[in-house]
């Protein structure tokens, strides 16, 4: 029974591998019998089809957006302004290997949207119990803002020049701490 789980991880590595490298598109079974070393059997049992494979690569992909949020979050501040700061940076952070994955799952959610229901879940409990007052939404708009940085920078539209990206997000994460501690209402 040990295995089982050390396979499953075996192949959605690899499965990772093939999506940041070629895209989804080119993931098949075969493909991930090569890179994976796991047979097509083996595969089959953890996951059916490409879509339960793709939508698992969703759901480790989100649980590995947990911790790098937990390693941004700053040590010296708690409350809402370290989580605000910690999604900020997640955004913002030059990460290439996250940059080619989604980028490599881009056409695949775009043919299937029921593969985001992960990154749906994740967002709306991250969500849940918010009162949406003025402090909450000016910290929406900084969230927003860094998706935005983000998502220009992975299609590469309206790149900035380095010391205007850096002051830009320098300054929305000094936004983050003075709207996370300004009164609500």
Request: net charge negative; proline share 2%.
């Amino acid at each position: 029974m040990a295995r089982e789980p050390k396979a499953r991880q075996v192949i959605l590595d690899a499965a990772r591998r093939i999506v940041r490298e070629q895209g989804a598109g080119k993931l098949t079974f075969e493909g991930l019998v090569q890179e994976s070393g796991v047979t097509r059997g083996g595969i089959t049992y953890h996951f059916a089809t490409k879509q339960a494979l793709l939508r698992a690569l969703l759901e480790a992909d989100m649980q590995q957006w947990r911790e790098l949020e937990d390693s941004n979050r700053p040590q010296e501040m708690t409350g809402p302004a370290a989580a605000l700061l910690a999604d900020l940076r997640c955004h913002t952070a030059r990460n290439e290997d996250r940059r080619r994955f989604v980028a490599g799952m881009v056409s695949a959610v775009t043919h299937d949207r029921t593969l985001l229901d992960p990154v749906r879940e994740f967002i709306a409990g991250k969500r849940a119990g918010r009162v949406w007052d003025d402090q909450q939404l000016r910290q929406q708009l900084l969230r927003l803002a860094a998706e935005g940085l983000f998502w220009s920078e992975l299609f590469e539209y309206g790149e900035l020049e380095s010391d205007v990206r850096k002051r830009l997000v320098e300054l929305m994460e000094a936004l983050a701490v003075v709207w996370s501690e300004s009164e609500t209402g």
